[in-house]
């Protein structure tokens, strides 16, 4: 390559400047592309249409993304590709801020960019910056090239040429991995009908990596608590807030899939805090867990983090805005409480899989039951239907005092025995002791025991009898099941 001179006053020296901010350090293709869809965003577009295709057989791909927002004026179109160039710079009401989002994102993906812009339906507007020409000792010109045929309307096209950086050989491929992330990222705005993503002409699905609108057999994720809030300073003085969601997934609905099912909903996998600024996900991980590392039971709850663009500092954004770096007076405001309440979450999900192993063990005693039911005295009035009762047998904390309660519904006579109460630990604790058959059989003769105990009171509670036709009737009701065992 031939000397190129530059002046001594000039600040950047373009054809080395160019070539060091392919490096810019996008993490992906989608973190990349997600600054074009933020400038339409905050272009007030409603529609964004994505589009990748090789232009040339074994050639490399070209990805063009249109949007119908408000388009730009032509002073505006010659700065969109400056470095710091935005009429928005520093702002702190939506995405952009520093005006190097398009410029670095397009350039660290493509050796070409071109921008084309029209507003009311009149004549488009086209800048663009070529890598190649650029390290050749070409000038950057960035005047505004008029293109006649203007599309209706308003909005904005961005082609990116010479896609060399994307590493997927198929594009179908790539494809289904911009699905993913971009669903991920811009949920809120999919999910709220705001923005209707389009890549190839199939629309974008919201993904909520909490899982709170997923319907996996009829059951989705619930959140575990009301939402934090967090009232915080700026570093201008203004106040505002952080909030954080825990939501838990139900385990006893859901430890049952297989794990490829587990891994395409997002349950296996999916630990962890995503972190959304102005609605939109920029980083997901392990953040602002204090001491707490991920471990086991960690998939069964997820943690989301929104903030407003005003608490940058707090966040340590960066101009790609991807990945956060909490300051010291963030991690110490949320991180003692966060780190609790996932520790908490944390002993849920173990005890609700524990939950689980406890009521697969008591469907011996829970199938006997029901073989003695048909024979024993009927409970009137439990629900629709007739013929004898279903029962079910779990185990959960409850009240210190209370050694186990019973309810009817539909009629299923469903047990529930006090993790917390002495008689837990008496009644179990030995079973581990014995030999597994047994411990079956005494197993068994416990939860029939307490089986017929739960049915009398529920049957005297309901026919208004005293304790010695109680103790009557629980006696004949755990002799008849045990005659079944």
Not at 26 to 34: D, E, F, G, I, R
Not at 138 to 156: E, F, I, K, Q, Y
Not at 317 to 325: S, Y
Request: with cysteine; glycine share 8%; hydrophobic share 40%.
């Amino acid at each position: 390559m031939a000397q190129q001179n530059h002046r001594k006053d000039d600040l950047l020296v373009s054809y080395n400047f160019i070539r060091a901010v392919r490096e810019s350090g996008y993490v992906s293709l989608s973190t990349a592309l997600a600054e074009l869809v933020d400038n339409s965003l905050q272009a007030a577009a409603t529609e964004v249409a994505v589009t990748i295709a090789r232009p040339v057989a074994g050639g490399l791909p070209e990805i063009r993304v249109e949007d119908n927002g408000e388009g730009m004026s032509r002073s505006e179109i010659e700065a969109c590709l400056r470095f710091g160039g935005s009429s928005r710079f520093d702002e702190r009401q939506s995405f952009g801020r520093f005006g190097m989002g398009l410029p670095a994102a397009s350039l660290s993906q493509a050796r070409r960019v071109e921008v084309t812009s029209w507003q009311n339906g009149k004549a488009a507007n086209q800048v663009f910056l070529d890598v190649d020409a650029i390290v050749a000792g070409a000038p950057v010109d960035l005047r505004a090239r008029r293109r006649t045929g203007g599309t209706t309307g308003s909005g904005c096209l961005v082609v990116w040429q010479s896609c060399d950086r994307i590493e997927y050989r198929r594009l179908a491929w790539l494809e289904r991995a911009l699905r993913r992330d971009l669903g991920r990222m811009y949920r809120r705005f999919l999910s709220n009908g705001d923005l209707t993503l389009t890549i190839n002409g199939k629309r974008v699905d919201p993904i909520d990596p909490l899982l709170l609108t997923a319907n996996v057999e009829g059951h989705s994720a619930r959140l575990a608590f009301e939402p934090l809030r967090y009232e915080l300073a700026s570093s201008s003085g203004e106040t505002a807030f952080v909030t954080v969601r825990f939501a838990m997934l139900p385990v006893h609905h859901w430890h049952q899939l297989d794990n490829v099912t587990k891994r395409r909903v997002g349950i296996v996998g999916g630990a962890g805090v995503s972190i959304l600024r102005a609605g939109r996900e920029i980083a997901s991980g392990w953040h602002l867990m204090g001491a707490k590392r991920k471990e086991n039971y960690d998939d069964w709850w997820r943690c989301e983090i929104e903030f407003d663009p005003v608490l940058d500092e707090h966040f340590g954004i960066t101009i790609n805005k991807q990945g956060v770096r909490p300051s010291q007076m963030l991690q110490e405001a949320l991180g003692p409480e966060l780190e609790s309440i996932a520790r908490l979450l944390n002993s849920r999900a173990r005890q609700a899989f524990e939950e689980v192993k406890f009521r697969a063990a008591t469907e011996t005693s829970c199938r006997i039951a029901e073989a003695a039911d048909l024979d024993l005295p009927v409970i009137r009035r439990a629900g629709r239907g007739s013929g004898g009762l279903s029962y079910r047998i779990g185990s959960q904390q409850l009240p210190v005092g209370t050694m186990f309660t019973s309810a009817l519904k539909r009629r299923t006579l469903d047990v529930t025995l006090n993790v917390d109460h002495p008689a837990f630990a008496a009644l179990y604790h030995p079973l581990q002791t014995l030999s597994d058959e047994a411990a079956g059989e005494l197993r068994v003769a416990l939860e029939l025991f307490l089986l017929s105990l739960a049915r009398t009171t529920t049957l005297l509670g309901r026919d208004g009898q005293n304790c010695d036709t109680l103790l009557q009737l629980w006696s004949r009701t755990y002799g008849r099941m045990l005659q079944k065992s």
